[in-house]
């Protein structure tokens, strides 16, 4: 019972994240055929920002950059991102050992980089995407495990 609400859990997480990543693109939607340097402009004077520092110089010369063809791309590409999770999501709540094998191999595929990133800029935030991950690989790889070992039985 433990190993199914432990993998319940990262479902929820997965169904979580594709929800997060659909409203951004969304949102990155919602920005076609609108001036999108205007609009980072305008944040970054409601926000009392100084748009000459450099971060906020930084997100405005970016934004001017953008074309409407890369926000669709880059929606459809959150878009297709969301459906796996969402994918995964119901693997994983309805026990299928594919779901867990992507998860853990989905989960895997990032640690070496969040090391790379704790190690050249180390900071709270990376340890707790790193931890969850690592959570997320070692639940999957239990997961698999007690499967295998079950089936065998």
Known sequence: MHRINAVRAVAILEVFKGALVLLTGAGLLSLVHKNVHEIAVRLVEHA??????????????????????RLVFLAMGAATYSAIRFVEGYGLWHERAWAEVLASVSGAVYVPFELWELVNKASLLGMVVLLVNVGVVSIMIRALIRRRINSSL
């Open 48 to 69: 009392h920002l100084n748009p000459a520092s450099k971060f906020p110089h930084i997100f405005i010369d970016a934004t001017s950059h953008f074309q409407d063809s």
